[in-house]
């Protein structure tokens, strides 16, 4: 009888071990995966498991990692052709757009009847338009090439939000907007890229002046969050939605490419910040977030 149990033990330990080992293969499988997911790398997942099911179970992880693998060189690839090919007409367009610019600056000098002063007016308006949109095309179709990493600097937010506002003082004199300011009394600093955030800044209140209700109010907290609010009872949830999505724009918005918040949430993101947006009872907020601890590397457009 004690023999059975001996060889029972034996049997019940070496299934045990067998059990073990399977998990062990198992759990460095799953962590190798999730490493080359995260990482992107070129290695394939190696495993020295005895078990056939093991082996098999990672040369079908490897089959798929090399599909995963061509598939976003494809994607890299045709999204860089994209961009150059945006840039390349983006700049066509540039030189011509200058020289009827030019010329209908001019004509603004000569003698013309009003209706002919009419019609010059709404051409020379919307020669203007399309090559801003050209032009901001273009900086977008670049914008994740020309990429380069900088050491993050100390910047006050006070001071940057400051000079924001200030840039955009000659829209906000013709809309005739008086924004409503609030800064706690204390500095504010994180470690960002100056140069970054004040783009981002640009492109926020230029939105809100450009399509909001006329008013405007910008608020920076003491924990790093900055609040930019204004009426836009145009707007409903779910335009507010995809206020960040790359080339859309909203019905009152027809004379922009959709791009500036999208370049805003892309600057945000590379510098470790967040950025999103909230509408209720007819007003839109854009927040932003800086967390105190400055991220390992901050990169601009």
């Known amino acids: 009888m004690w023999i059975l149990v001996l060889i029972a033990s034996a049997v019940i330990l070496a299934l045990t071990a067998k059990l073990a080992l399977l998990y062990r293969d198992l759990d460095r499988i799953c962590d190798a995966l999730d490493e080359r997911l995260r990482e992107e790398t070129n290695t394939l997942i190696c495993t020295g498991s005895g078990d056939r099911r093991v082996r098999r179970l990672a040369a079908r992880l490897n089959e798929r990692l090399r599909a995963l693998r061509d598939a976003r060189r494809s994607v890299r690839r045709e999204d860089l052709e994209l961009k150059e090919a945006v840039a390349n007409v983006s700049h066509d ?9 030019g010329h209908l600056d001019l004509l603004e000098r000569e003698e013309k009847s009003p209706e002919v002063a009419r019609h010059l007016e709404v051409i020379a ?152 947006a909230e509408y209720a009872a007819g007003r839109l907020e854009i927040w932003l977030r800086f967390s105190a601890a400055p991220p390992e590397n901050v990169e601009i457009l």
């Open 93 to 101: 367009l540039r030189t011509p757009l200058t020289a009827i610019c």
């Open 125 to 276: 308006g919307r020669a203007r338009a399309m090559r801003e949109l050209t032009g901001e095309l273009f900086r977008y179709s670049l914008a994740e090439e020309d990429v380069q990493a900088l050491e993050p600097e100390r910047v006050n937010l006070n001071a940057a939000l400051e000079e924001a506002v200030l840039s955009c003082f000659g829209a906000l004199k013709e809309r005739g907007i008086e924004p409503v300011i609030r800064m706690p009394d204390l500095p504010v600093e994180r470690m960002l890229n100056r140069a970054a955030l004040l783009r981002v800044l640009e492109n926020i209140l230029s939105n809100a002046i450009r399509y909001g209700d006329g008013d405007l109010e910008i608020e920076l907290r003491g924990q790093g969050e900055m609040r930019i609010s204004n009426g836009a009872r145009s707007l409903d949830g779910v335009q507010v939605g995809r206020l960040f999505d790359r080339f859309y724009t909203v019905e009152t918005g027809r004379g922009s490419t959709g791009l500036g918040l999208s370049i805003a949430r892309l600057l945000i993101e590379r510098m470790g910040g967040e950025i999103g």
